[in-house]
């Protein structure tokens, strides 16, 4: 596919997809791609590991702000609402503008953000910049992508990418332990700090070494119409996804969302066909391959996100481990994903996507069957052989999904495939938590009332079966104070076979989900125009 099959018009779109003449050349440690990838990594795994390491310190927020509990819900919410929203749209500002200048602008946006943060002494406070920190990580994601993209020789990408997904895997999976040990050790507001010396780190090392890449047929106007129905749509369908598990799937408020979301999608895609710079040009979904690259991740995503959310549930609340111990019984996971990325990368390299794309989703998907057969008392070494299967699993997807998608669009279009990877992945998540944590929700409210007869406890009115149901839906025991140690010892074991038997279903309905990833898999080829990036830098 080249650039001039993607649906655009002008006859700046006849120029080849390669750097501008204008662009600087590499010279020593400017624009060395390897040096490139470790100030992009440095970038990324801040914004990585702030999708997890939060959560940790919520607890602490809301005692010491004294916030309520929606309160404290929106401070992920907020985050990730500006985050899933911006992303395309971001990487758009990196094809007109620059790769390297929405890097460092988006890189010291998320620091300084972060800082004041640590310094805030509302709720609301934290709340509005955790938007900022959003918005400035959607400018800092695309960019990375964008800025690998142009500085690896074609061979080479796919290593690139595979250190990148490396760093984005294990940021993720370690922010429970590291955010365990500041609250533990620190304060709540030292998993905020943290960012800002990372995030000076990583300025530091853009205005040195990062190379900007401009495309001749770079867009020079902006699609202001389609970014508004964009973020509309997007805006639209992430709320309903975060409201659904309070409203409920059923509630009109869900759905009204959902049509809007729908709505505004459809008028996106036909103002794109009019407007001549689109936003997203739609012919690059013509490409096959992209297309299902975009397709994969969010099934990818789906199956993962949702999948852990109750895994940490499990660890925590049915075996009583303490976040630190419960981050530390995942290592296999984020120690497969750190092993496995880099050598994802090369047999991509070698065989091509679809190979490994496919194991690495049949490997998800024996994982989460695995994960489904976990008990109350399973032991450690068990848990471990199924989380390593899934980092190994997760790898060759992270990394192939990723290469397909960016090495199938035109060099001038990165930073908006970067966007849509990293959009598929958040929307993805967000699906796989609303969706298996109404099935989890479904399930326990099934089985709970019947569980709790059966094992002789005094009958719950109505209400009181509601309050215990959502308790158990995250692994709790819906003890009252004062209730004698027998009773205690019957609700807790009621509270935890309820759990576990919602999980069981959940997992199985994420296997089902990677089986289907699987045959999305074999649509995948290698990208069509990754050469374009090639011999921009130096090896």
């Not at 080849?16 to 050349?25: G, Y």
């Not at 080479?156 to 040990?181: C, D, E, Q, R």
Request: glycine letters at 12%; proline letters at 5%.
């Amino acid at each position: 596919m080249t650039s001039q099959t993607i649906g655009t018009t002008g006859p700046e779109d006849k120029a080849p997809a390669v750097p501008s003449e204008e662009s600087p050349r590499p010279s020593g440690l400017r624009g060395h791609p390897w040096f490139t990838l470790i100030t992009v990594a440095v970038g990324v795994m801040m914004v990585a590991l702030d999708g997890t390491i939060v959560a940790i310190a919520n607890p602490a927020i809301q005692k010491d702000l004294k916030a309520s509990f929606a309160d404290v819900q929106w401070i992920t919410n907020g985050y990730f609402l500006a985050l899933a929203v911006s992303l395309i749209t971001a990487g758009k500002l990196g094809d007109r503008f620059g790769h390297r200048q929405t890097f460092l602008i988006g890189v010291t946006g998320f620091a300084a953000a972060s800082g004041a943060i640590g310094l805030s002494h509302s709720i609301a406070a934290v709340v509005t910049f955790r938007v900022f920190q959003g918005l400035f990580g959607a400018l800092l994601m695309p960019a990375a992508l964008g800025l690998l993209r142009a500085t690896f020789p074609a061979e080479k990408l796919n290593m690139a990418i595979g250190i990148w997904g490396m760093v984005i895997g294990a940021s993720t999976a370690g922010g429970p332990i590291l955010g365990g040990v500041l609250v533990e050790h620190v304060n709540w507001q030292s998993v905020f700090f943290i960012n800002v010396p990372v995030g000076a780190i990583a300025l530091l090392l853009g205005l040195l070494i990062l190379l900007d890449h401009r495309a001749q047929n770079a867009p020079r106007s902006f699609d202001l119409l389609g970014i508004a129905l964009l973020s509309a749509a997007m805006f639209c369908l992430v709320w309903a996804l975060i409201k659904a598990p309070a409203w409920g799937w059923g509630d009109g408020k869900t759905w009204a969302f959902i049509a809007a979301s729908v709505l505004g999608f459809a008028l996106f895609s036909v103002w794109e066909t009019k407007v001549k710079e689109p936003l997203i040009p739609l012919g690059l979904f013509r490409s096959v391959p992209l297309s299902a690259g975009v397709v994969l991740m969010v099934l990818m995503a789906i199956a993962f996100m949702g999948g852990l959310f109750f895994v940490t549930f499990y660890l925590q609340n049915v075996h009583g481990m303490s976040p630190i111990d419960a981050g530390l019984h995942l290592l296999p996971l984020t120690g497969m994903m750190i092993v496995a990325s880099p050598l994802a990368g090369v047999a991509i390299t070698k065989l091509g996507p679809r190979v490994p794309l496919a194991g690495g989703m049949i490997a998800t998907a024996v994982a989460m069957y695995g994960m489904s057969t976990l008990e109350v008392d399973t032991g450690s070494a068990v848990m471990s052989i199924w989380f390593g299967l899934l980092g190994l699993g997760l790898a060759p997807v992270m990394v192939g999904a990723t290469e397909v998608i960016v090495g199938n669009a035109p060099m001038e279009l990165s930073g908006v495939a970067g966007g849509l990877q990293q959009a598929a992945m958040q929307i993805g998540g967000s699906l796989g938590t609303a969706v298996l944590g109404a099935v989890m929700a479904s399930k326990v409210d099934n089985d709970l009332a019947g569980n709790w007869k059966a094992a002789g406890l005094p009958p719950l009115t109505p209400g009181q079966l509601d309050q215990a149901s959502e308790a158990v839906q995250v692994g709790v025991a819906p003890v009252a104070k004062g209730t004698p140690e027998p009773i205690v010892a019957k609700i807790t074991g009621v509270a935890h076979d309820t759990f576990i038997s919602g999980m069981s279903l959940a997992s199985l309905v994420a296997c089902g989900v990677a089986a289907v990833a699987v045959l999305v898999a074999l649509l995948t080829k290698r990208g069509e125009n990754a050469e374009a990036g090639a011999g921009v830098g130096h090896i």
